[in-house]
């Protein structure tokens, strides 16, 4: 069974700290994060999502973990566990990552690659749950998310994998990626050990004919399956 513990270049954090805490974790941590290519060879690839069940006190953490390139499943893995922090914007990791991390451990596969449901350079502090999660497993990691949470985009080509930057300043912090034409875009960021051109490339090479590659999808409905109503 794969290990998962915390990278020797991050060291270990409490996860029961305050907002104020957290934030300061996030800037002390963020500049661990690289910024360029660094996989080795990728034969799995795993979609990571989170729900939560009984009104929020329990954190549904999903692991989907896929053939490469044939996109087969493998293994899943999921893990439930108290949730201990509460849901303040930009802190999502600090709420998540327990449960994912849990769920990690339950692999019999080690994915090479992880895509996760959030954002990691697209982020206030450029530190989103897809690079918090990426240098604590010590794996390469891309932020794949639905929504923005900043920046701003000018407009995206309606063809399929057509891409627009997401900017937050001067910076680029992300890709408004169109991964069907026609369909609402995505948002693709940096997570750890991979640079924003090669993790649109992954993103696409892992979707099909829906709108979010099948990696993140098939996670997402694992960890919806027994959200309360």
């Given at each position: 069974m794969p290990e998962f513990t915390p990278s020797t270049l991050t060291p270990a954090h409490a996860w029961d700290v305050t907002p104020a805490e957290a934030r300061a974790i996030q800037e002390r941590l963020r500049g661990a994060v690289e910024t360029a290519d660094r996989l080795g060879e990728?034969?799995?690839?795993?979609?990571?999502?989170v729900g939560f069940t009984a009104g929020g006190r329990t954190t549904r953490a999903a692991v989907s973990v896929l053939a490469y390139p044939s996109l087969e499943p493998v293994e899943d893995a999921l893990a439930e566990v108290p949730t201990a922090f509460p849901y303040v914007p930009g802190l999502l990791s600090f709420r998540e990552i327990p449960a994912v991390m849990a769920a990690l451990g339950r692999l019999r596969v080690r994915p090479d690659l992880l895509l996760c449901d959030g954002h990691g350079r697209a982020h206030p502090r450029r530190f989103g749950l897809a690079s918090h999660l990426g240098l604590l497993a010590d794996l390469p990691s891309i932020g794949v998310a639905k929504t923005r949470l900043i920046g701003l985009h000018g407009p995206v080509p309606e063809r399929r994998g057509g891409w627009a930057p997401l900017t937050d300043g001067d910076e680029i912090v992300g890709a408004v990626l169109r991964t069907r034409t026609?369909?609402?875009?995505?948002?693709?960021?940096?997570?750890?050990?991979?640079?924003l051109h090669t993790a649109v490339e992954w993103v696409m090479s892992c979707t099909t004919r829906f709108r979010l590659p099948e990696t993140t999808r098939r996670a997402d409905r694992l960890a919806s399956a027994r959200r309360s109503p």
């Open positions: 990728v034969r799995h690839v795993a979609g990571v999502d026609g369909v609402k875009p995505i948002f693709v960021s940096i997570g750890h050990r991979i640079c």
